[in-house]
């Protein structure tokens, strides 16, 4: 299984993104080791509404992770400082799945990104969901792309809020103490799109273009900066 995925790295090796001080590489089995120690903990996951997971499950995730990349279904990129090439968190592109968002925005496209705590604060995840974003409009044609945040994650909603044109769209679901506030971060702002049912002003629900395939799963939270 390994080996079938490392092929799979080496045909998406080309999208990899460097910014001011990050490099964004697409998913790779080497990544396990920083997923397991530093993101897969009882403090990270709870920014992603779940529970730690188990050794093999995070191996899986991660191996779903390289399988997807590679056919455009969701795009998870681990990010990497410049500086000392060391690990220091996960962005990515994806599409809401679940079931209990609202249905404006089942099948939209959303970004999410978790930086590891020995990165918070210091804008690396903000720094990395900006060149995530200009990917998916760039690169995939994207006009518009969601981003959810928790009530309880106050960091991320300043990123998602500073990343974003647009924080008045409320779609909020689930239990009052997991409400997430949903916001619109837009390529074109002229773009005519189909309109999202009961937005504030109208706006948008989705990409003009269609994603490189239908699956994928959304992060869960916006994440921190």
Known sequence: RAD???????AVAER???TARLALHPPHPDDLAFIQAEINTASMMA????????????EQGLQDDIAAFARYEWLRWTFRRRSDGRRIG??????VRSAS???????QREIGWLPAEAAQGQGYASEAAR????YGFSELDLAQI???????????????????????????YGPSDQAFKTAVCRDHPDRKLPAVPGAADGGAAGAAADWRGAGGVELGDAGLS
Not at 90 to 95: D, I, K, P, S, Y
Not at 131 to 134: C, E
């Open 131 to 134: 060149a995530a974003l200009a």
């Open 146 to 172: 969601y981003s959810q945040t928790s009530d309880s994650n106050g960091p991320g909603i300043h990123s998602a809020t500073t990343l974003s044109t647009r924080s008045d769209v409320d779609d909020r």
């Open 47 to 58: 920014y992603l509404g779940g529970t730690v997971r188990s050794a093999a499950e995070t």
């Open 16 to 18: 990899m993104i460097e």
């Open 4 to 10: 079938v995925s490392r092929r799979a790295c080496s």
């Open 101 to 107: 968002a609202p249905e404006a925005l089942r099948g």
């Open 90 to 95: 996960r962005v990515g592109l994806f599409t």
